[in-house]
């Protein structure tokens, strides 16, 4: 079987070219021909000598999951459903603003952690997806939308708030990050790729000491009674656990808070005293919150606060002194707005086995 090169961080890659008798500087070459040109054919690759090139084509391919549909929203949103073999699919969705290009991937086909006013933990969990399937939407997204007139790609910010918790399959998520990174790749700043996480707190460490970028956290409850319910993981990772974690996090994060987000859920945890509680919560961890109104689903057990409610619990926020933001509903006419990416999932039966190694 080749060799997908879009399983490699930059390290594997120049590892792997050297047990093949070339020079590190060829492991770069490729590496911009694939991420800085978006390039999958080896012929293409003018500057490689023929032999090595017809030695790649014997040995490796680049191929990122296919695309099975596309849908465009009428604000511009971009979704693609991509093909992950056994019967799954991720979804993928480009956000375009003026100053920038926002794509929000998937980590896992399916999810484990089965967060209540989510539609993509309804659908269950099969597995982690690789290197090459976590990386290869970002090679996809720019592949399709084609680069700006000045040679830049679109994708300028990455988000991994798609299908999945990323920091329970963090091996190939910290591979993709570092792609994402390199200069010979696509040299993202960190401050322009964001990890979120419901609050997996040992791989928050590791993430911290081994790749720290941006930092969001799904908190949507501000005491574990109700965490609890809206967030399984909680009874792992407790609020107070999970708030250390995030002022360790920040010794080595490229920014100097974390985003809190949450969902804001009628009659559930939109009240002015639960805002009141978030205050005292994170009373001591610098951080942004994002509100988010509720993305309905079938047979969804909530409903969407309305936005008198929201904007009431923002003001008692930032009366405190919290940078609080409403996030603008985008995609949502395409299902691609937040919480609604479901993907295809193959296989439910995997999640018991999933969540007992997170829960206690």
């Not at 003026?98 to 484990?112: E, H, K, V, Y």
């Not at 269950?124 to 084609?146: C, D, M, P, Y």
């Not at 830049?152 to 910290?174: F, I, Y």
């Not at 928050?204 to 799904?218: H, Q, T, Y």
Request: charged fraction near 25%.
């Amino acid at each position: 079987m080749k060799q997908n090169l879009l399983d490699f961080e930059p390290a594997a890659m120049a590892v792997w070219f050297a047990e093949h008798g070339e020079k590190p500087f060829r492991a770069k070459q490729v590496m911009r021909w694939i991420y800085k040109n978006g390039e999958s054919d080896f012929d293409a690759m003018s500057d490689l000598a023929i032999s090595l090139r017809e030695k790649l084509k014997q040995l490796a391919c680049i191929q990122p999951p296919s695309v099975i549909r596309e849908e465009t929203a009428t604000d511009g949103t971009h979704k693609w459903l991509l093909n992950v073999g056994t019967g799954n699919a991720v979804e993928a969705v480009f956000i375009p603003e003026d100053d920038r290009g926002t794509l929000c991937i998937s980590t896992q086909a399916g999810c484990a952690l089965d967060c209540s006013f989510c539609s993509t933990g309804k659908q269950g969990f099969n597995r982690n997806l690789s290197t090459a399937e976590i990386i290869g939407q970002v090679w996809w997204a720019n592949h399709e939308l084609g680069k700006h007139e000045e040679g830049n790609w679109p994708v300028t910010n990455v988000v991994l708030m798609g299908m999945g918790e990323p920091l329970l399959n963090l091996d190939n998520t910290v591979s993709a990050l570092r792609l994402m990174l390199d200069d010979h790749c696509y040299g993202l700043s960190r401050r322009r790729v964001t990890v979120s996480t419901s609050g997996v707190v040992p791989a928050m460490d590791r993430l911290r000491d081994e790749c720290p970028v941006a930092l969001a956290i799904s908190l949507h409850a501000p005491n574990d009674k109700l965490r609890n319910e809206l967030v399984p993981i909680n009874q792992k990772y407790p609020l107070q656990e999970l708030m250390a974690a995030c002022l360790r996090y920040l010794e080595k994060a490229p920014r100097d808070f974390v985003t809190f987000e949450y969902v804001m859920l009628a009659g559930v945890n939109d009240g002015v005293h639960q805002a009141r509680e978030l205050i005292n919560l994170v009373h001591d961890v610098p951080c942004k919150f994002n509100l988010i109104p509720f993305n309905p689903f079938p047979q969804a057990p909530y409903q969407r606060s309305d936005m008198e409610t929201v904007k009431r619990f923002r003001d008692v926020l930032m009366q405190a002194g919290i940078v609080t933001t409403i996030r603008k509903i985008r995609g949502d006419d395409i299902a691609a707005a937040c919480g609604q990416l479901a993907g295809q999932v193959q296989d439910k039966t995997k999640r018991a086995h999933r969540l007992a190694e997170v829960r206690p």
